[in-house]
T-cell receptor, first 113, second 111 residues
């Protein structure tokens, strides 16, 4: 069974540009989460989808971040316009309904110059 | 606010036993998870405690005391491949699966 995949693995963009990160969860996992780790800090929750609905987006830093999960399958996280402080590793995780175990993807390392 | 405290680094030799402590202060608590991460790769789930007591999974065990807001991960018979970062994470319970992570403990295993 394929694990959680994320694309791209690395992205280097300039301040003010737009970047879209993609996450493909494990097939059949209704729960999808986005997390972020900025340099030297802990992994922080961004938001949680149940199927295509946003269950909790309390961790989203500001309105420059937009997450979607059309059709309840893959998800995208768009940052527009990117700022220097957005640099970090963005992780996606998924889990089955009613199960506590979250499976993480390898992350996308975003560098904003 | 929410906080999880764990040591920043632990060094031990192959074959030894290491205990990584985690204390937490969070607004909600549904359970305590442990994740392993090698060199910036994907965090990998190791163990989960929702109730007090010890959970054993092979060489790794995890313990929880809800009354003390405390848990630990025990790594036994350390191997070189166990060199990694280990994170405790609290399931806050306000949103199913929303995790609050500690800063991580770097475990260095020496020959």
């Amino acid at each position: 069974e394929a694990g959680v995949t994320q694309f791209p693995s690395h992205s280097v963009i300039e301040k003010g540009q737009t970047v879209t990160l993609r996450c493909d969860p494990i097939s059949g996992h209704d729960n999808l989460y986005w997390y972020r780790r900025v340099m030297g800090k802990e992994i922080k929750f961004l938001l949680h989808f149940v199927k295509e609905s946003k269950q909790d987006e309390s961790g989203m830093p500001n309105n420059r971040f937009l997450a979607e999960r059309t059709g309840g399958t893959y998800s995208t996280l768009k940052v527009q316009p990117a700022e220097l402080e957005d640099s970090g590793v963005y992780f996606c995780a998924s889990s089955q309904e009613g199960v506590d175990t979250q499976y993480f993807g390898p992350g996308t390392r975003l560098t904003v110059l | 606010g929410q906080s999880l405290e764990q040591p920043s680094e632990v060094t031990a030799v192959e074959g030894a036993i290491v205990q990584i402590n985690c204390t937490y202060q969070t607004s909600g608590f549904y359970g305590l998870s442990w994740y392993q991460q090698h060199d910036g790769g994907a965090p990998t789930f190791l163990s989960y405690n929702a109730l007090d007591g010890l959970e054993e999974t092979g060489r790794f065990s995890s313990f929880l005391s809800r009354s003390d807001s405390y848990g630990y991960l025990l790594l036994q018979e350390l191997q070189m491949k166990d060199s990694a970062s280990y994170f405790c994470a609290v399931n806050l319970g306000d949103s199913w699966g929303k995790l609050q992570f500690g800063a991580g403990t770097q475990v260095v295993v020496t020959p």
